[in-house]
């Protein structure tokens, strides 16, 4: 049975009148709504855990998260694995490996070992040699609320959800009865979405250093990752011996982690929280600056932090707009300026240097040495960006059709030095 958001007549009297009228009616009105079933296909947890291994190069698809560490880039490919590229030289970065890693969205990295994601589980890794790389840490369960595309949630004595049936079908309801305020319908018996074809919903992006749309928080000796209503800390003092040390649930749909000196910067749907993390391992919240409902990264540099609030379908809200806030008192941020944008994702700073992903829009390169004056130096719009990491002049830039960088010595002529491109399936 399919299970429904319905309104409610307010008495039964009135539900009994409908019924009656609308059985005098000759014709019935009926509207048919072409959509697409989505089935959840499973797999054992004991055949994805004994799955993370090197193998050679393989080619980019569905790019995610990015992570810098030293002349390596880090490009997840969403719940795929992690291709490893040499950036020795930037001009000309090459694919050396894939790690498999199953369900791996977000990742880390200190030192020689990986922080990564595998599902419900959190897995360290040894890359000193990244054609064979060792599982040295598993922590299993960590993540059990990992969510899929959709809303749907893995039953895990089913297993793991890792990819999906979909077929088409027509949705029928009457015309004159209030019979489905969503865009999808669960099916809880087959264990199934059905989700009409007119809808927005949007999958998931669909992340050293790591992009600003980042899940998992690396200072010093402790990772944090956030996942929807909550904060993991791990202790990482033996890099490869990770020890689960606190969570908590925090009131609001976090989105990203920004670690900045000894505080952690939560983006989430509904503001930017900030955590003070003196005692590493008991964050305490130390600040809000509120917004409604929106998506919003968030970067730091200084006192002053920049978000980027997007609307949109799994966004929700209406705003489209750089925030840029002083944050000298973190106990009470205070709004500067806010800047109208068409629809921003990723953000990155380095000094004075701001970049802001547009999506379909480009990509912004901005002097922010005035917050109150942020200018536009120059705007790249045959790229479809979406996260970004600036480092010493050169910007990786995470788009639709692959991973981008750019010389941003001169902000207003940033000059493009390599692309490596994803492959059309």
């Not at 990564?116 to 790389?133: F, G, K």
């Not at 606190?246 to 900045?260: G, K, L, R, S």
């Not at 955590?275 to 730091?300: K, L, R, W």
């Not at 300026?337 to 701001?354: A, C």
Request: hydrophobic content about 35%; overall charge negative; glycine content about 6%.
């Amino acid at each position: 049975m399919y299970v429904a958001s319905t309104r409610l007549f307010p008495t039964a009297l009135l539900a009994v009148y409908l019924f009656m009228l609308s059985s005098c009616l000759k014709d019935k009105c009926t509207n048919n709504i072409p959509s697409k079933i989505y089935t959840p296909v499973y797999a054992s947890l004991d055949s994805l855990r004994s799955s993370i291994r090197s193998e050679s190069p393989h080619e980019i698809v569905s790019p995610g998260k990015i992570y810098l560490y030293g002349n390596y880039i880090f490009l997840n490919e969403l719940n795929k694995g992690i291709h490893v590229i040499d950036n020795t030289n930037p001009s000309s970065p090459q694919k050396i490996a894939f790690i498999n890693i199953p369900g791996n969205v977000d990742l880390a990295v200190k030192g020689n070992v990986m922080y990564v994601d595998s599902y419900i589980d959190l897995v360290a890794l040894d890359i000193s040699d990244p054609h064979n790389i060792r599982q040295t840490k598993r922590l299993n369960n960590v993540f059990p609320q990992r969510q899929y595309e959709y809303g749907i949630i893995a039953d895990t004595l089913r297993g793991i959800i890792t990819s999906f049936e979909i077929r088409d079908t027509v949705l029928s309801n009457t015309c004159n009865l209030a019979s489905w305020n969503g865009v999808y319908v669960y099916n809880s018996a087959a264990n199934s979405v059905t989700v009409s074809n007119s809808s927005n919903v949007s999958v998931p992006s669909a992340t050293g250093k790591a992009g600003s749309t980042a899940r998992f928080g690396l200072m010093n000796n402790t990772l944090y990752t956030v996942d929807y209503y909550g904060i993991q800390v791990f202790n990482v003092q033996q890099a490869n011996e990770p020890v689960k040390k606190n969570n908590f649930t925090v009131f609001a749909n976090i989105e990203t982690i920004f670690p900045y000196d000894h505080y952690i910067f939560i983006g989430s749907t509904t503001g930017m929280l900030i955590y003070d993390v003196s005692n590493p391992e008991m964050p305490v919240a130390a600040g809000t600056f509120s917004h409604i409902q929106s998506c919003d990264p968030v970067v730091v540099e200084g006192k002053t932090a920049y978000v980027t609030l997007r609307s949109g379908t799994t966004c929700a809200g209406n705003q489209n707009q750089l925030d840029v806030i002083n944050i000298a008192d973190v106990k009470n941020p205070q709004l500067l300026k806010s800047y109208v944008m068409t629809g921003p994702y990723g953000l990155g700073i380095d000094g004075n240097n701001l970049f802001v992903c547009e999506g379909t829009n480009g990509l912004h390169f901005m002097d922010a040495t005035d917050p109150l004056n942020v200018e536009t130096k120059q705007t790249v719009k045959d790229i479809e960006a979406y996260d970004v990491i600036p480092n010493n002049h050169i910007l990786l830039v995470t788009a639709k059709d692959g991973l981008y960088q750019y010389d941003y010595s001169n902000l207003s002529k940033p000059t493009l030095l390599s692309k490596i491109g994803i492959v059309i399936k």
